[in-house]
């Protein structure tokens, strides 16, 4: 039994090329949940959604988000109507909200509904958001505090973070299965995500950080950072903005009370002593995921390393 | 100042016609509930939307509701997802719902939100719900009851209706300006709609009856019935398993408690007697209302009919 803690593009990729070695079923994936907000008053939940469209190999392989060959209808006409549309959603993109929004309208749990929709999807994996309460990122900019998706999407990350922080963490339980999802795991990975933003809201519910700590399981991660650039989004600048490496070093550096091991990419072979030195083993690899070959090939040499 | 009782498609053409005689912002017009519906978790205000579309411009002339040349993306996506989609939602139509939807949830009325939906629109007549609380029409059929939209469009009117009540009616309060557009209007029209489930549900709201009464103003009715048969919907065969007449007497005899003028088509001219036996003069005219010539010759003759 595999879990693996997923934020939102990096984390679908991996796990499609997981998936394409282990049997779905062995794998649990704990999703991000303080990207949610509400669009066009649909609760949208970027992350888990980009892993369920990846898994289900219906994702927009241009955007790596978002549904191929979807239309802006909707959206078009909500514009006209004078609603804010810069979250791009797109026709079919909204049935899968507005059947969330149904459910969770109903009284059903967000867990609950995201079972659902993995399910529809035909989704092999079993997928968990993080927690069922209320988490939102807030991001500080220049211009003071700002949603994560207003800061992500609407802003383009065009702004210096100055400060990160989980609305409702404090509160927040971990969803029902997510604990014992990493204290019973063979192995739990950490997503090629944003350590701050994606992979940082799972790590701040309360228990959460602990279970890995606890864990017998090998707990592996990923590097998002290479040769000192974020593959994809703002992860290098904000991890420097914020007083961080922005190094395969500095993601072991955030990672290393609980980490055993990182997966780092071959241009960052050099770091592997410093990766060690943290107290973590280091296994250097391939990690750039361009084809179903390279993400078959980076869930094959992660797994390979852990065992 | 002119106020209009509206049902769907037959008041909208009534309405598109009146505007082009009459200044719009002379206009109230008073739309059915009833036949609202959530679908997809949407709250969708059938009659009011079709007021909206007809008056703007942008309704699908053939169907006489939905607008023009939208797409079933969302829908059909919906569909995949094992959502009921018998209610055809097109994708610009599922913007206004958003909308609406959306204003409901943060605490606005259905007749803030109606309005704002209107405005969006262009539309230049006051458009008011019958009343803010939730009234749903339901509908005995041989198999029992079901609701309004069950029966009228997922069941394409193929039951026999052996009784009709509004849920909720008995606390239903007109909506804020509704009874004033009543009693201070200058004429009010009860438009060529369906007198037992579209016009029927804005009489039964407590107080709008005895409004029309009550009103110095002309009241006037189109007969949506010509030649015993409806000109669209099922209205005839709702007219007769419920024992009435399905003519434009039987009409006249709905609403002569309150009725001082009914217009009714050349077909029917024989049936004047009859209408004026019940002390309501009648007016025969052409009512078909084919294109837009034939609806404006409607309004002038009913306005003249009138004054």
């Not at 949603?147 to 029902?176: C, L, N, T």
């Not at 990923?222 to 904000?238: C, E, N, Q, T, Y």
Request: proline letters at 4%; glycine letters at 10%; a negative charge.
């Amino acid at each position: 039994m595999i879990t693996v803690l997923a934020g939102g593009v990096g984390a679908a990729k991996f796990l499609r090329g997981l998936v394409d070695v282990v049997d779905p079923a062995t794998v649990t994936v704990i999703g991000n949940t303080a990207d949610d907000e509400e669009f066009l008053g649909l609760h949208v939940s970027p992350d888990l959604d980009t892993v369920v469209y990846t898994l289900a190999d219906v994702v927009d392989p241009e955007a790596g988000w978002g549904i191929a060959g979807d239309t802006y209808t909707a959206l078009e006409q909500a514009e006209r109507l004078g609603e804010e549309v810069w979250f791009r959603l797109g026709d079919k993109d909204i049935a899968t909200h507005l059947l969330r929004t149904r459910l969770l309208r109903g009284g059903q749990t967000l867990s609950q509904a995201t079972s659902a929709i993995a399910a529809k999807f035909g989704v092999g994996c079993k997928l968990l958001p993080m927690t069922d309460d209320r988490v939102r990122t807030v991001v500080t900019t220049a211009g003071g505090e700002i949603s994560f998706q207003e800061y992500f999407v609407h802003r383009r990350q065009q702004d210096e973070v100055r400060a990160i922080r989980f609305d409702g963490i404090d509160k927040a339980r971990p969803a029902p299965g997510v604990i014992d999802s990493i204290t019973q795991a063979g192995a739990v990975i950490i997503a090629p995500s944003n350590p701050l933003v994606s992979i940082g809201p799972i790590l701040a519910v309360p228990g959460i950080r602990q279970a890995l700590a606890d864990t017998p399981a090998t707990v592996a991660a990923i590097s998002p950072i290479v040769g000192g650039r974020a593959l994809k989004g703002p992860a290098d600048r904000m991890l420097t903005s914020l007083h961080h490496e922005a190094s395969a070093t500095g993601v072991a550096r955030l990672y290393a009370d609980f980490l055993d091991l990182l997966v780092l990419d071959d241009e960052d072979a050099a770091l592997a002593d410093q990766v060690e030195a943290l107290g973590v083993r280091a296994h250097v690899t391939g990690t750039i995921m361009r084809d179903a070959a390279s993400r078959r090939a980076l869930a094959e040499a992660t797994l390979k390393a852990i065992s």
